[in-house]
């Protein structure tokens, strides 16, 4: 048994690694704001003509696009995603013929142009009359679309034509952000823990001493998208089936850990601890190198083995 995984309210229990996570289809969550949110997927799905996916960049919202296409009645034909300006730019024909009679799914609709908006309009108002009349022609049979910000906000700004608005959320799913879900945190970063040891031909088997409490320090911008980039790459830099807080890059609150950081933090001199002040200036190298330690090493001018014992002791004490 590993004492390493879940999350109930403040403390940890025991679960055996690998363990299928609570979830519907692809998607991972026992937090109740996520329960309630496959309860409606789920019963939703099944009736679905048109719908809109809404949450913040790196919350899923393909995914739940595709476990929505999964559980409806369009699961035996294509899936097809593209963003909505893409669609409406290109040769649309071609699309709709590799979505017949399955799902298309339109993403960053908050992207499109006033012209691209009355584009689109026609494009439902041409389907709608179409598709009702024509089952065998090359039409989706669902239609959902993608916003990293709510349609009707974007309506109440005049940034998105009302009328738009109204024909896209009579049914409308909002997906929440990871620092709105911590509970899921642990089965996630397992998930992805083992899912991306398995790409590389490694072994693991879950998070050590530590590693959970490090990552609940952060706040998560860049959300699960975030959370599995890191595991990623903690995957990558740890040496055994278990990982370690060292084997976590630098969190960044700032932006997401897609990009490069450079942070702007210098020691400050209201705190003079010497200990406090190394491990700003190892995590500032750290995040010029994107979390590779052996470079990071080589810049300090040390071994990776005290770079991982600085870090390890700077974990600790930060905790305290």
Avoid at 82 to 87: L, M, N, S, V, W
Avoid at 158 to 176: K, N, Q, S, V
Wanted: glycine letters at 8%.
């Amino acid at each position: 048994m590993s004492a390493f995984i879940q999350l109930s309210n403040d403390s940890l229990r025991a679960e055996e690694p690998g363990r299928a996570p609570a979830g519907l289809e692809g998607m991972i969550g026992q937090s109740l704001v996520m329960q309630r949110l496959f309860a409606r997927l789920r019963q939703a799905a099944p009736h679905l003509r048109v719908a809109a996916i809404e949450g913040e960049p790196g919350t899923g919202k393909m995914l739940a696009a595709r476990t929505l296409h999964t559980l409806g009645p369009a699961s035996g034909a294509a899936f097809t995603a593209c963003p909505a300006a893409h669609f409406l730019l290109s040769e649309t024909q071609a699309l709709l013929e590799e979505v017949r009679g399955g799902t298309l799914y339109l993403n960053r609709l908050a992207d499109l142009t006033s012209e691209q908006q009355s584009r689109f309009i026609d494009f439902l108002e041409w389907w709608e009359h179409r598709s009702g009349r024509d089952i065998n022609g090359i039409f989706p049979r669902q239609l959902f679309v993608g916003s990293s910000k709510p349609l009707r906000q974007l309506s109440v700004s005049g940034e998105l034509r009302t009328d738009l608005c109204y024909r896209l959320t009579a049914i409308r799913f909002e997906l929440p952000p990871l620092r709105d879900r911590r509970d899921d945190i642990p089965a996630l970063a397992e998930s992805f823990a083992i899912h991306h040891g398995a790409v590389h031909g490694k072994t693991m088997r879950g998070l050590g001493p530590g590693s959970l409490a490090r990552l609940f320090t952060h706040s998560w911008p860049g959300n699960v998208r975030e959370l599995e980039t890191i595991m990623a790459n903690a995957v990558m830099d740890c040496a055994g089936q278990w990982i370690r807080p060292i084997d976590i890059p630098p969190l960044v609150q700032s932006a997401s850990a897609l990009r490069p950081q450079i942070s702007t933090v210098a020691p400050s001199e209201d705190d003079p601890n010497l200990d406090r002040m190394i491990l700003r200036h190892i995590t500032h190298v750290l995040a010029r190198t994107r979390g590779n330690k052996l470079r990071a090493s080589q810049l300090l001018g040390i071994s990776r083995s005290t770079l991982y014992r600085l870090l390890e002791s700077g974990s600790l004490a930060s905790h305290k």
